[in-house]
């Protein structure tokens, strides 16, 4: 596992013994996340199936600490079949941040997957909080090793959720 960061950009990797359209099928199925979920957050798929390409969008049910219960809007941004995916988290149903008119986040959540040899795949996820506003960088930059333990174990969840297939 590598970790690398960039001022609002944080990425972490991880060799996993599965093809790259296996990995892919589990990450781009929602339903999925809460089994990845490194961080505690998520609390389940609220409406979206398995995501088939730039436009899409699912709704999971999360929970921080400082906003308690609340919904993410995530729109897929980026997709390329068993290589990429990556999702823009928006504020939505119980968020404070969800009131008209609506503030992006600017965040995305993105899975690059590069095949290494027979049977196994490298996955890099990468939080880029690039364009998020100013004021919101600073939590991304400041908390960074976090972000990064949090990250590592989405990995180690996903590695084992491979392993068992």
Request: proline share 4%.
């Amino acid at each position: 596992m590598a970790g690398t960061t960039g001022e609002a950009v944080v990425a972490v990797s991880r060799r996993i013994g599965a093809r790259a359209g296996e990995v892919f099928g589990i990450l781009s199925d929602p339903g999925r996340h809460l089994d990845l979920d490194g961080s505690g957050m998520l609390r389940g798929c609220v409406r979206g199936g398995a995501v088939s390409g730039v436009g899409d969008v699912f709704v999971m049910r999360m929970h921080y600490e400082r906003y308690g219960a609340y919904e993410t809007n995530n729109h897929i941004v980026e997709y390329e079949r068993d290589r990429r995916i990556g999702w823009e988290t928006r504020p939505g149903r119980g968020h404070p941040d969800a009131t008209a008119p609506v503030r992006a986040w600017g965040h995305r959540w993105i899975f690059d997957l590069l095949p290494d040899g027979a049977g196994a795949t490298v996955v890099t996820e990468t939080f880029d909080g690039s364009r998020m506003p100013e004021d919101r960088r600073t939590e991304v930059t400041e908390g960074r090793a976090w972000w990064q333990t949090q990250m590592a174990g989405t990995l180690e969840r996903l590695a084992e959720l491979c392993a068992a297939r």
